[in-house]
């Protein structure tokens, strides 16, 4: 019984390591939040999908860093899968285990600190729908 439990906390130990890793970064995170946004089954065009259109990067910079860094990391992960021709990103296998934690700081959104939610505008639009009820 100590081996798997074990063996299941290092699993564990393992997925949030993988979350927060993918979270750690803008660009990954703007994707995550724009394939919650779009259908299950829709891919989303890039490198538009990963920018924060309160600070758009260079369109030039940013797409070297998703091909060389953030896109082979977040499928690694199983979390995306992407393509190059044409430049899209899709949800991955594992992509509800990233999700639930973008999901679950929206719901949350009334509680988090303004310097974490001013500047972000899917958590400005969902503190302003939750104060609104």
Same mark, same amino acid.
């Given at each position: 019984?100590?081996?798997?439990?074990?063996?299941?906390?290092?699993?564990?130990?393992?997925?949030? $390591?993988?979350? =927060?890793?993918?979270?750690?970064? /803008? !660009?990954?995170?703007?994707?995550?939040? &724009?394939?919650? %946004?779009?259908?299950?089954?829709?891919?989303?065009?890039?490198?538009?999908?990963?920018?924060?259109?309160?600070?758009?990067?260079?369109?030039?910079?940013?797409?070297?860093?998703?091909?060389?860094?953030?896109?082979?990391?977040?499928? $690694?992960?199983? =979390?995306?899968?992407?393509?190059? /021709? !044409?430049?899209?990103?899709?949800?991955? &296998?594992?992509? %509800?285990?990233?999700?639930?934690?973008?999901?679950?700081?929206?719901?949350?959104?009334?509680?988090?600190?303004?310097?974490?939610?001013?500047?972000?505008?899917?958590?400005?639009?969902?503190?302003?729908?939750?104060?609104?009820?």
């Amino acid at each position: 019984m100590t081996g798997v439990r074990f063996e299941n906390g290092k699993r564990v130990i393992h997925g949030w $390591d993988a979350v =927060f890793r993918a979270a750690s970064a /803008e !660009p990954r995170r703007q994707l995550i939040v &724009s394939l919650l %946004d779009s259908p299950t089954d829709q891919s989303v065009p890039l490198p538009e999908s990963a920018v924060n259109p309160n600070v758009p990067p260079n369109p030039d910079d940013l797409r070297q860093e998703l091909f060389h860094r953030h896109l082979p990391m977040l499928a $690694d992960m199983g =979390f995306i899968e992407w393509e190059l /021709e !044409p430049f899209v990103a899709s949800r991955g &296998s594992r992509f %509800d285990e990233v999700a639930v934690v973008f999901d679950a700081l929206q719901a949350e959104a009334t509680d988090i600190p303004d310097s974490l939610v001013l500047g972000c505008q899917r958590l400005e639009r969902e503190r302003e729908r939750r104060s609104g009820d």
